[in-house]
């Protein structure tokens, strides 16, 4: 028998992954999008076939995270045996401009799904896509253990989901389980995440399109992963014995300026930086000649703009990984810089530029881009 999965936020970075992944393994897939006045669906595009075709498997339905009775609809009418609830306001900074917004949509969000499920009767196990912004300030490296300590109104709205996870798991025995993913990236994510504005911009000034790339807090770091590794772990939690609680991540931390050092650099330009806090600047040093049509030495290609700093910004965040390795037996490929280089070479391509990489594709669904790491679900 085929599984079912309903999937939130199919529209976005993971929920395409995961989408794939999920047609890779045999699955019917429901995914929930939003209305829009434009098309919100580039992601998934590539997979969506025709319901009218007798070989579908992929079917969206409208829905919002914010009507409680159309979530309950979806799940009674399409019974799913898995249900992923990646669906979120997900932007940082945005949450402090929006927090009640944020706390409705990412935090009781989660709760009119479970209630959903419950309702319905339903037996679906159930994801919640919680995250690494839920440890905050707290000490590096962060597991399952650490405590809570968030620090924006996105992060406070998933600890309240992450909670009321565990609560649904213990209150009803919902088979459901809780991913603390660090951050994860692709040449798929939001144009406004700090890696993605990086590597697209850094294509833009090397085809001429944009001089100079603003940023924020250039010493806050990250755990960057890889987002198609990613969804994998999402299924496995899915598929053990006992619902539980998962940090995932790679272990190594970077600065959002190693970043930008390692992206430039990887794209034949290399960087000095000047002056201090608000005045610090990243100028060209040396560029290789072939992208020297309008990057010169001398250029100023990275300032500062206040306006991307956050009212409290998380530091440090590094995943340790060991609950994962041993439970799961998972451990990612593609760490720091191979991610990197993968970001840069689909941005370059989206411009016309050949990429230095050796030009694999990564897989012939996945089509998005080259890299040396040949990635096959
Ligand atoms: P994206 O921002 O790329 O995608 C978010 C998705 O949620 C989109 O499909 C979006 O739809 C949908 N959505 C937003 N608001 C609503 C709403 N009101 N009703 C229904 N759907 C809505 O996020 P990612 O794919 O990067 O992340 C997936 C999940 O994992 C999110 O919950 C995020 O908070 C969490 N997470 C992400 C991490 C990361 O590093 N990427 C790390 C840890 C957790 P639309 O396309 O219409 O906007
Ligand atoms: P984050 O990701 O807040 O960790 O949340 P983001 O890429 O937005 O920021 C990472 C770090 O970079 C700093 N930064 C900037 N960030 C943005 N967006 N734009 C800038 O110009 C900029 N300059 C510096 C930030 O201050 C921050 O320290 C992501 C989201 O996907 C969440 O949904 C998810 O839960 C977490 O990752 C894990």
Redesign the pocket.
């Known amino acids: 028998m085929k599984k079912i999965a309903l999937i939130?936020?199919?529209?976005?970075?993971?929920?395409?992954?995961l989408a794939e992944f999920l047609l890779s393994k045999g699955y019917e897939i429901h995914g929930?999008?939003?209305r829009?006045s434009t098309f919100?669906?580039q992601?998934i595009d590539h997979i969506y076939v025709d319901p009218h075709d007798p070989n579908a498997r992929l079917f969206l339905h409208y829905?919002?995270?914010?009507?409680p009775g159309v979530l309950t609809e979806i799940i009674w009418k399409i019974k799913p045996d898995e249900i992923y609830?990646?669906?979120?306001?997900?932007?940082v900074k945005v949450s402090f401009d929006m927090p009640e917004y944020t706390g409705?949509?990412?935090g009781l969000?989660t709760t009119r799904l479970l209630e959903a499920i419950r309702r319905s009767g339903v037996k679906a196990k159930f994801y919640q896509?919680?995250?690494?912004?839920m440890f905050g300030a707290a000490s590096p490296p962060q597991n399952e253990n650490t405590i809570f300590y968030p620090r924006s109104p996105?992060a406070a709205a998933?600890v309240y989901a992450y909670w009321m996870t565990v609560n649904y798991r213990e209150a009803y025995n919902l088979f459901a389980c809780n991913?603390?993913?660090?951050?994860?990236?692709s040449p798929?994510?939001?144009e406004t995440?700090v890696t993605r504005k990086i590597t697209r911009a850094l294509a833009n000034i090397i085809a001429g399109k944009q001089k100079i790339l603003y940023l924020g807090n250039l010493y806050a770091k990250r755990d960057?992963?890889y987002?198609p590794e990613?969804v994998k772990m999402m299924w496995l939690m899915l598929q053990q014995d006992n619902p539980d609680d998962y940090v995932v991540g790679t272990g190594e931390s970077h600065t959002v300026k190693e970043f930008v050092n390692f992206a430039f650099s990887y794209a034949g330009i290399e960087l000095e930086w000047r002056g201090e806090g608000i005045e610090e600047k990243g100028i060209v040093k040396s560029v290789v000649s072939n992208h020297a049509d309008y990057v010169k030495p001398g250029d100023i290609v990275v300032e500062i703009d206040p306006r991307y700093f956050r009212p409290t910004e998380v530091e440090f965040l590094q995943a340790d990984i060991t609950k994962a390795k041993q439970k799961l037996g998972w451990e990612p490929v593609v760490k720091f810089e191979h991610l990197v280089k993968i970001m840069v070479d689909y941005d370059l391509l989206q411009n016309g530029i050949k990429p230095k990489g050796e030009g694999i594709k990564i897989s012939k669904e996945l089509g998005y881009g080259w890299t040396n790491h040949e990635y096959s679900f």
């Open positions: 939130t936020g199919i529209t976005g970075q993971d929920g395409s992954y929930i999008i939003r829009s919100n669906t992601r829905g919002d995270l914010s009507d609830h990646l669906g979120a306001q997900s932007h409705d949509i990412t969000g896509a919680s995250s690494s912004e996105y998933k991913g603390i993913l660090f951050n994860h990236e798929r994510r939001g995440f960057w992963g987002a990613y």
